[in-house]
């Protein structure tokens, strides 16, 4: 009985300490997720310490929580995206993905090597820049109501790019530590399977609900729409994880080919009350991450400010660079929409402390840029979504 | 993220699994639950082995999504509970939950004597055959549409008052073993507050809610009203478990005082999809505890069978004798309702066994017991509220 009164009050904390700091924002007209991701650093170990940070750990209660969370976020972010809008930003969307990890991969690495570290290491936290995670961005979107823009079709498009990307250089990072082998056809395989899975899922699936959705009613369940649904989102979830994808990935994956059936509707609105009490976690467990105390020093604190300006410096140069073509005032949005890295800056940091790549101190400055840019971009990505209207429908260029 | 992948895959089969179980339980005309506790038990350590023992003991992910689970199930009960309902059958409900703990306790005391126990031990081993558990009657009784009816009243209601006699009974046989001191007054302390806790919330929650719900639309969040009602569910779970109640005590008091705002409709519809996506994991874990090989010898199977039917004819007599003023066949129906043991049996055993009290053996019989009984129910459950059509009202005596 003890433990399962200490869980519930975790739960009980966490899930009112982000409905009081979304509270808050809202009132200060900031996106709620900013006050949930601040309600997480308040009642962290950096804080009021209510949750530690073994709580939190991969594989921990509140650490899957989270996961589904950020799950059901993007299967939500799916069923408001059709495949024909996707095909129609495809090109912008995937200059932005490419140029998006180029930029910072550069850059990163640049900056690595600048302050000493060896090529081989330095290319390994030049990665951690790399992956943007769709989640904040996607939550903003959604949010503001903003998710039929084409910046957000460009964003979510670039998004699945920037994974696939993300992943192989992770894959080519590692390989290039010492006693790793560099397995250029392994690679390939791996490029060749994940590109596979998204387009076969994608393709195949959005045909399907759209010829016949019909069967998703069969089953006697009071439920059954939903059920099968959530059951297709949590087995493309754990597939995206199996070929190396974020599982997030296939989540929007399954909520994009759940868009394409004629239960859109009723999956859409039942889908809210599921990111009401889930989505809290994802988001205070990733602002309880912030450590504060490596702040603490000038020094410290001067490094991660050049690293966070590195960071988002070169994201948004993908990302602006890349759509162009939508227009100035629409490639600043899908720019700044690209650039937090959230939880992916935080798991390639812990992947490279466990290798031995990363010392302490820039793992911790690592993951502080990995959620100060997370924590950055909501107001400002609000701001621009607000000051610079839709340009109108989805098919780009339109206009700047 | 490969750990990420492992989680995921055990959600994606327990999830799915619920479905199929469901679904095939329906076409044979069983409750849907049948089929989810049978899919744990296929998928559990007695046969496929997908969930291992160790993915859900308690604190991990697993148990922390089934424990969510069965609290959202009981507040979704509480939510189409009146307390003016409640309180109409008071004294039947009041007279079932004790009848339905002493009669059990003497039976289960007997026999454990009677098969060699010290009376301190086999009053321990007795206390295992008293508390109801809620979740699995409350989960017929819902997919029935079957709340409204006077037996589900009296069903709830003395399940109430069967897991305060059970959290007291549960402390004196503790108390009784060597070397722990027994503590009347503790007892009355505990007693006293466990009391004093749900009158104060179930009535005052109940006339703040009555009086004015207004303000839970105060705050800007989309999720508004949901969610406040959602933190107190989870806070007064947690209360619950913090005075030794069973969580899911707080959790249906929670849905009932909100079963009092004018939102209780919208409440109703929202709490659906969570229900979908989480009390699976309550029913499929529960079942994949029941240990088959245990039936494996005819001595262990016997002395299992002796044990489930004691446990079924002792508290199927206790809510029988304590409700026949509702007339025989309600009464029979209270009975049945009453004998579900589910979860809290195996507490009970988990402690024993801890304690060093109960054996191996005696330990996987009694868990055994707990969850056939929970097994035995919703099949006949289900075929008496047919048989006997509801008696009209909740005014008791509703004739018989």
Not at 265 to 279: F, G, R, V
Request: net charge neutral; proline share 4%.
């Amino acid at each position: 009985m003890h433990h399962a009164s200490e869980i519930l009050l975790t739960l009980f904390l966490v899930f009112v300490a982000a409905q009081v700091g979304a509270e808050i924002a809202q009132r200060l007209k900031l996106p709620g997720v900013v006050g949930e991701i601040a309600a997480g650093c308040v009642i962290g170990p950096s804080l009021l310490g209510w949750i530690s940070p073994d709580q939190t750990l991969p594989g921990t209660p509140l650490d899957v929580l989270a996961e589904i969370g950020v799950v059901l976020l993007l299967f939500s972010v799916g069923l408001e995206t059709r495949l024909e809008d996707l095909k129609k930003v495809g090109k912008v969307a995937f200059l932005v993905g490419v140029l998006g990890v180029l930029i910072p991969f550069a850059m990163g690495g640049a900056w690595a090597h600048g302050s000493g570290f060896a090529w081989s290491n330095a290319l390994f936290i030049a990665a951690a820049f790399v992956a943007t995670s769709a989640g904040i961005t996607a939550r903003v979107l959604q949010e503001l109501g903003a998710l039929q823009r084409v910046e957000s079709k460009v964003i979510l498009g670039a998004a699945v790019i920037d994974d696939i990307l993300a992943m192989l250089l992770l894959g080519v990072v590692v390989s290039l530590q010492e006693g790793q082998g560099f397995e250029p056809f392994k690679l390939l395989a791996v490029l060749g399977s994940a590109i596979g899975f998204i387009v076969l899922v994608g393709l195949g699936g959005a045909r399907v609900m759209r010829w016949n959705s019909g069967w998703l009613e069969k089953p006697h369940s009071a439920h059954s729409p939903l059920a099968i649904v959530l059951a297709i989102c949590l087995g493309l979830a754990w597939l995206s994880t199996l070929l190396g994808l974020a599982a997030i990935i296939g989540a929007f994956l399954a909520g994009m080919i759940a868009s394409e059936t004629r239960q859109q509707h009723t999956l859409e609105t039942q889908t809210q009350p599921l990111l009401a009490l889930l989505t809290p976690f994802f988001f205070v467990i990733t602002g309880s991450k912030i450590d504060l105390a490596q702040l603490a020093s000038p020094e410290a604190a001067w490094t991660l400010a050049i690293v966070t300006v590195i960071a988002i410096v070169s994201k948004f140069a993908g990302g602006w660079l890349g759509s162009l073509a939508l227009g100035r005032n629409a490639a600043a949005i899908v720019g700044f929409g690209m650039v937090p890295r959230g939880e992916v800056g935080v798991v390639v940091a812990s992947l490279g402390l466990a290798a031995g790549v990363f010392s302490d101190r820039i793992y911790a400055i690592i993951v502080a840029m990995s959620l100060l840019t997370a924590m950055v971009t909501p107001p400002v990505l609000a701001w621009m979504l607000k000051r610079y209207p839709a340009g109108g429908t989805v098919n780009p260029p339109a206009g700047g």
